[in-house]
């Protein structure tokens, strides 16, 4: 393990059953755990975790400016406050990259979504233009980003975000959930909030084509939070789904508990995952743990989180999709294979010890960089 550090991270925002604050705690713990002093500041906190973290307009300036501590900074969105404060720090500085959803996926939807989307991706240009930073992806993916715009590669890091997969699985099921997906009717899930990018109009397509060829006792159900502020997006989902005769069988369940949604992914028969754009897709970690076997459609990072452990397709084919479906309800020993290669990889690659190990081993990487004579300042536009 390397010597201990203070480590002040940074985010923009904290705020329970969030994949971005989650990664930010538990990344707290694990330092904390390895005998690090760490500190979390946020420009905007959940009460419920105001005993966590600290306002960063508290932070005196005297915090960023020593050479030997080490700042990690959490970039998904434009934050100007923590750019004020990064641009300026002497510290060692590491980039903790969870990708920008590009801003056309919301363009006809939400012009705020799109122009912070359109802020965030300029936020980046000017972050990749800091010295001596080294950049901590979540993937290769994302790390892809940052060397197109000339990172050297060696200074790209991967770590899969820290998560809180196995605190769910220790929640209690739900019964009125568990009742309510029991029975011979098939259950599709998807989980994650209902965006854009997430390709919930493809996966009520290839549903309607399972549901035609294969098996018409079947419902999709996508688990997420519903943003008011993309309500166009949810009814153009909802006339979908109605103009291909499943309505009533496609369910939005908004905004779930944990026991809620632990009982879901183990009613669940299938996860379909037909996303258009993830940096890398916490659900598909959490149906692993819960041996769901998956289908997926293979872009941006969900090949290099889901590994071999489902079935993955390159090319977007609806009935194939449906088929890979179907072969996984009728063929029991095929899903449990499936199920269980998801969980070794889950146990190997994404399990906290996994996770605790990777951050140390970054920390070391970090303190046998030279330290920086980066001027305060010296970034701007």
């Not at 980046?124 to 993916?141: C, E, F, N, W």
């Not at 739900?174 to 390709?199: C, E, H, R, W």
Request: hydrophobic share 45%; proline share 6%; charged share 20%.
């Amino acid at each position: 393990m390397s010597r201990p550090f203070t480590i002040h991270i940074l985010t923009p925002t904290l705020v329970p059953n969030d994949a971005i604050s989650n990664d930010v705690l538990q990344m707290r713990a694990a330092l904390i755990e390895s005998g690090h002093t760490v500190m979390v500041f946020a420009e905007g906190i959940d009460p419920a975790l105001a005993h966590l973290a600290k306002p960063l307009f508290s932070a005196p300036d005297k915090f960023w400016q020593n050479s030997e501590d080490i700042m990690i900074y959490h970039h998904s969105i434009s934050w100007p406050a923590g750019e004020d404060v990064l641009f300026k720090a002497r510290n060692r500085i590491i980039i903790r990259y969870h990708n920008i959803t590009p801003a056309r996926f919301f363009a006809p939807y939400s012009p705020p979504h799109e122009h912070a989307c359109e802020a965030g991706a300029e936020a980046t240009k000017r972050i990749a233009r800091l010295p001596d930073v080294l950049i901590l992806g979540d993937s290769t993916y994302n790390c892809e980003d940052f060397i197109a715009l000339g990172i050297a590669p060696e200074d790209c890091h991967v770590l899969a975000p820290f998560h809180l997969t196995e605190e769910l699985g220790r929640q209690q099921f739900d019964m009125a959930t568990l009742q309510q997906y029991s029975g011979d009717v098939v259950n599709i899930l998807f989980v994650g909030s209902i965006k854009p990018n997430k390709g919930h109009a493809r996966a009520i397509r290839v549903f309607a084509e399972y549901r035609r060829h294969f098996n018409d006792r079947s419902r999709l159900i996508f688990a997420g939070t519903i943003d008011s502020r993309l309500d166009g997006y949810v009814q153009d989902l909802r006339r979908l789904a109605a103009s291909l005769g499943i309505a009533q069988h496609v369910i939005f369940t908004g905004a779930i508990t944990g026991g809620q949604l632990k009982t879901l992914y183990t009613a669940a028969d299938v996860f379909l995952c037909t996303s258009e754009h993830e940096g890398f897709c916490v659900p598909l970690l959490e149906a692993m743990y819960f041996r769901t076997p998956i289908v997926a459609w293979a872009v941006t990072a969900v090949p290099e989180t889901l590994g071999n452990c489902g079935f993955l397709l390159e090319h977007w084919d609806e009935f194939l999709f449906a088929s890979h479906i179907a072969e996984l309800v009728e063929n029991s020993d095929l899903a449990a294979h499936f199920g269980d290669l998801g969980r070794k990889r889950y146990q190997s690659m994404f399990a906290p010890p996994v996770l605790h190990r990777r951050i140390n081993e970054v920390l070391a990487e970090v303190a046998r960089r030279p330290r920086t004579n980066r001027i305060v300042g010296g970034i701007s536009g």
